[in-house]
């Protein structure tokens, strides 16, 4: 089973931009379609961006269309989720997990369980 670590997160201010990066290790990356999640303090936990395993499908919902661009690099085992015009509203603890197979990467369950996540801020 993969093995998941986010990094990248910070403080940022509203319109700036993060790219978080997610390092999977062992075996089997390149087969799992990937999300990317948040869950802010108090609200249940969301998907931001789902990829298949090729990376030639993407989803996002409507709140982060057009913002959130999600890729990966399966010789490198990373996946990431680039963040720009980053508004308030998006602070939360992200997190990267690998999908369940068969479903569409808009609803795959999460397949791992959660890494710790990592913090992204935007204030001003």
């Known amino acids: 089973q993969v093995q998941l670590i986010e990094s990248g997160g910070g403080l940022v201010q509203p319109g700036g931009s993060l790219r978080l990066s997610c390092a999977a290790s062992?075996?089997?990356?390149?087969?799992?379609?990937m999300g990317w999640f948040r869950q802010a303090p108090g609200k249940s936990r969301e998907r931001v961006a789902g990829v298949s395993w090729t990376g030639g499908i993407t989803w996002y919902p409507d709140s982060v269309k057009g913002r959130f661009t999600i890729s990966r690099d399966n010789d490198k085992a990373l996946l990431y989720l680039q963040m720009d015009k980053l508004k308030a509203w998006d602070t939360a603890v992200y997190y990267c997990?690998?999908?369940?197979?068969?479903?569409?990467?808009?609803?795959?369950?999460?397949?791992?369980?959660w890494g710790p996540g990592t913090q992204v801020t935007v204030s001003a």
């Open positions: 997990t690998a999908l369940e197979a068969g479903a569409s990467v808009a609803s795959a369950p999460p397949l791992s369980s």
């Open positions: 062992g075996r089997g990356f390149s087969s799992y379609a």
